[in-house]
């Protein structure tokens, strides 16, 4: 009795520190509009919203699948699931999230923002409903300790940034039923677009919600990233390893969950081994850093085996002496910054040089 009742007050204190619980949404959050390519189903609030200049998204393009390793698991302990196929994106990216009125279903809002897209010449990638999709079909991008779902392959967990009980975070976390998903691209736009809808089933504190239709889009522009990284030369590596025994490193490319170096990586890699010439006493562990999406062990293979094709590389293409480099994967253990945010994630997904 004691237990239940503390538990009741911690909730209570939770929601008041949170802010208010969930409402039926008569506007939309302050700040926030329609993107342009697309209009939405008519009725409907803006209850979260997310954008980058330039980011990455991974667009499904069929059903997810179980990974083939059972104990690889997400970072709230869900079994991990990923597309079969996918489109791995990058530009500007763009998120809203809608709460429909009463008594629209997850497949007439699909269906009409399928219409759209075939109005604009777009063209329809993938299309799944319930448990067509794979993995948990009764879950948005909330909870653990079971299977990942395919809201949590579009935008697990740790990226929601709205309040608890928020009606941004009922809509994107709560459990559902009912989810249908479309999966389109818009050629003379240079865009892709993500329509994941489902009806919540809410309860507690966000319970107001409970039988609506969420529609979620998202979508990838084919904006040119900004050039703002300082070069990095053979010289200032050699000044910073100096002083700190160390220099992290971010022009050295990797596409999302994968390990091969990306061609863009050459400037970097250039001047790494002209560092190495400078200097024939010099040999560099060559550390691979990831954030915290993803377990630790698993994060741990993918940063050593980048950190394996950043060695290779040097040793193949730039006839560097592979007894001079040491290739070392260490997960998320040493960040630079927070992972709670893009901005911090992004400062911890590096390769640093380190004096040995």
Known sequence: MLRTLLATLTLCLFA???GADATIPTKDQDGTRDH????RYEGSFIVAHDGKAFDEFVLPTA???PDADPQRRDRHNNHWFAPETSLELEGRTTRLVYVLPEGRSPLEVVRNYQDEVQALGGKVLFTCKREECGGAPDRASGGGGGEMSLAMVLYPEERINDPAFSNGNCAMTE????QRYLAAELPDQQAHVSV???????????KALDGRTVAIVDFVEAKGREQKMVKVDAAEMARTIA??????????LFDFDKTAVKPESAPALTEIAALLKADPALKLLVVGHTDNAGSFDYNRTLSQ???DAVVATLVKDYKVDKARLLPVGVSFAAPLASNRSEEGRAQNRRVELVQY
């Open 16 to 18: 008041a520190a949170a």
């Open 243 to 252: 002083a700190t025994g160390r220099i992290a490193l971010y022009g050295i």
């Open 63 to 65: 059903p997810l699948k």
């Open 305 to 307: 085996r980048r950190a």
């Open 196 to 206: 994941l809808a489902y009806t919540l089933k809410a309860d507690s504190y966000c």
């Open 36 to 39: 342009p390519l697309l209009k």
């Open 175 to 178: 459990r559902i039923k009912d």
